[in-house]
């Protein structure tokens, strides 16, 4: 899959910039959890940091550095990624954005609780603190309701849903006017 996915980005002219997200659809019972609590089918986001190569960071496991082939290596089969892209990633110094990546992120255990207080962090929030850096305009985190799969989450927190903890999913940024699509694989 990967040979079709570099033959048509190079057939397409098109080319990964840094800071550039992908929205990635996964599949499990948790992903589904997030896609029906999101109205959306993405579960799963990761921000390039290099061009050549292309490496993807994200927080899955912990917060890693992954080839392009091996983040889409996860996608949810019959499933598209969608990349988006904000204009403001133009007026950054991309080697102190990777290095702030790198010293403050690379290495944070994943937070499968997704509680945006803890030293914990997972996908979405990733993304945001390291725009928010930079003063990159985004969604904002806001309550979440745990509402739309209530029973899963009620199982998922063994009983304990945090509600009225602040977060952000992939579909926030989806649906973000700060974002503009540049291309689905």
């Not at 589904?32 to 579960?43: G, P």
């Not at 992939?170 to 694989?185: G, K, T």
Request: one cysteine or more.
């Amino acid at each position: 899959m990967m040979k079709y996915v570099l033959l048509f980005l190079s057939l397409s002219g098109f080319s990964f910039e840094i800071g550039d997200l992908i929205l990635q659809p996964l599949h499990c019972s948790l992903c589904t959890a997030i896609e029906n609590e999101t109205d959306s089918i993405y579960s799963h986001i990761g921000i390039v940091i290099s061009k050549n190569p292309i490496l993807v960071a994200e927080a899955f496991e912990k917060v890693r550095v992954v080839s392009l082939e091996k983040f889409l290596s996860k996608t949810q089969r019959n499933q598209n990624v969608k990349i988006l892209r904000n204009s403001e990633m133009r007026k950054v110094n991309k080697y102190l954005f990777v290095q702030d990546f790198q010293t403050i992120f690379l290495g944070l255990s994943y937070d499968s609780e997704f509680l945006w207080s803890s030293d914990k962090i997972y996908c979405s929030e990733l993304i945001y603190k390291l725009l928010n850096l930079y003063g990159i305009s985004q969604p904002r985190p806001e309550v979440m309701s745990f509402s739309k799969a209530h029973t899963f989450w009620d199982k998922y927190y063994k009983g304990n849903i945090p509600v009225q903890e602040l977060g952000i999913s992939p579909a926030d940024y989806d649906e973000s006017p700060y974002f503009r699509e540049v291309i689905r694989l």
